[in-house]
């Protein structure tokens, strides 16, 4: 070989291993690019979820520090004589007798007598207005529950009026917010918070009225045990409807109805149901089953019904993705041992798709309950005072007491809706979290 040739192949060889450090250094700029787009796609994700976060925390510390002092009421305690003389009772005295007695008169007398220094008729009714205008229903009630206490002198947990509470809780007006510093108590009334307070009369105890009443004109009164029945009947007429309708339903379309463009046509309007705005359900549920069927109105019956409409799709859904996700091998399986079709559906493939059944009803339900825009629509924004005893009495919801309370003036009423919320919350993280251990724990890995 020539020194020529020699030369030609070095050159060759040089030119080859030049071209391959190129492109080595073209992949290494390439990878260091695709690695570095990468970072930033996953600190884009990081800073989005942080983002997520801090709006979650956000609306939870609003509402907690808003509504954290509702869970909480004012009492002054003060002793009552319940002279029979001015009541007209004796301990014989029947109920009818107790409860026409004037208890309204006989306590603003005893308020009377522990200021006698307010006589004015103005100064009177602010000194009324101290307490809760149920006052003399209370001590009634005390008495028909205990004829023996006439005639004695009892120490009584007064409920405080709402103003009274809010300036009370609020470290007397001052860590109120700018807007609401302005507080509706009167000087005089001011000075009868201030002096009961430095005796030890007034206490803070756990508000129990919260859970014991439903709603209420007075917002120390006021409480969502109305609606927390009205929404747990509610949902169990929706869950007695839509469970089973939803199951048939998918055990129909997914393991017996042919494959045809009127099973086609149905499944495209089961998919397009899931993404109605729950509104529409509402004006459906008001033509249907009050305009047309006569039903009455703020019900928890025709509330379930209209709930039904709005949850069958999905639950429809996650029961049809449930059956689908039971391997083929198990339906073969039965069919070869010589079951029907209908025995190993029901005897087979249902078991197993039960959980993921469960966990998408559930998530249904925890929707249902969290629904207001249709219930409006259905005229369960009534006020309701009495506690519903069954469910075709008249009855309110937890979303529509909140949606209620939140366009209440008084500022008890802030403290109110914000309590409300977290026991609404509360129920729904609950709910959804037994769907999530549910799955967890009755899942089949194939």
């Known amino acids: 070989m020539t020194n020529q040739s020699k030369t030609d192949n070095k050159s060759s060889l040089d030119a080859v291993f030049q071209d391959r450090a190129i492109l080595a250094e073209k992949r290494a700029a390439a990878l260091k690019k695709r690695n570095r787009a990468e970072k930033r796609f996953q600190w884009a994700g990081r800073i989005s979820i942080a983002f997520g976060i801090a709006c979650v925390l956000f609306l939870f510390t609003d509402i907690i520090s808003k509504g954290v002092g509702a869970f909480t009421q004012t009492y002054v305690e003060m002793e009552i004589t319940f002279d029979q003389e001015r009541l007209g009772l004796t301990p014989q005295s029947s109920e009818k007798e107790i409860k026409a007695a004037s208890f309204g008169s006989f306590f603003k007398r005893q308020l009377r007598e522990k200021y006698p220094e307010i006589t004015g008729r103005k100064e009177k009714r602010e000194l009324y207005a101290l307490f809760t205008s149920d006052m003399p229903l209370i001590l009634r009630d005390m008495v028909i ?222 929707q249902a309950l969290g629904e207001t825009a249709p219930l409006l629509m259905i005229g369960m924004v009534a006020f309701i005072v009495d506690t519903p005893a069954g469910i075709t009495d008249p009855a309110t919801v937890l979303p529509v007491q909140i949606f209620l309370w939140s366009d209440s003036p008084e500022r008890a009423f802030v403290e109110k809706t914000s309590a409300a919320i977290m026991v609404l919350l509360t129920f729904l993280i609950c709910m959804n979290s037994f769907a999530v251990w549910l799955r967890k724990r009755l899942e089949r890995r194939w």
């Open 145 to 366: 529950a205990d004829p023996s206490i006439l005639g004695t002198t009892q120490s009584i947990s007064m409920i405080a009026d709402d103003d009274f509470d809010t300036y009370y809780k609020h470290s007397y007006g001052r860590d109120l917010a700018e807007e609401d510093k302005i507080t509706r108590l009167s000087e005089m009334q001011e000075g009868i918070v201030d002096s009961l307070a430095k005796s030890g009369a007034v206490t803070k105890k756990f508000n129990t009225i919260l859970f014991s009443n439903s709603d209420s004109r007075e917002p120390e009164l006021a409480g969502i045990k109305g609606a927390i029945v009205g929404s747990i009947l509610t949902l169990l007429v929706t869950l007695v409807l839509s469970f089973p309708i939803a199951v048939a339903t998918a055990i129909y379309l997914e393991e017996f109805a042919p494959k045809n463009k009127i099973t086609d046509f149905i499944e495209v309007n089961i998919n397009n149901l899931a993404a109605v705005p729950s509104v529409i359900f509402g004006l459906l549920g008001l033509a249907i089953f009050i305009n047309f069927f006569g039903l009455p109105r703020s019900v928890p019956l025709v509330g379930g019904f209209v709930l039904t409409l709005m949850t069958l799709p999905t639950i429809i859904i996650s029961s049809r993705a449930a059956i689908k996700a039971v391997p083929p091998s198990i339906r073969e399986a039965a069919l070869g041992m010589g079951a029907s079709k209908m025995q190993t559906v029901l005897h087979h493939v249902l078991p197993l798709a039960m959980p993921g059944m469960l966990t998408g009803t559930i998530i249904g339900m925890a």
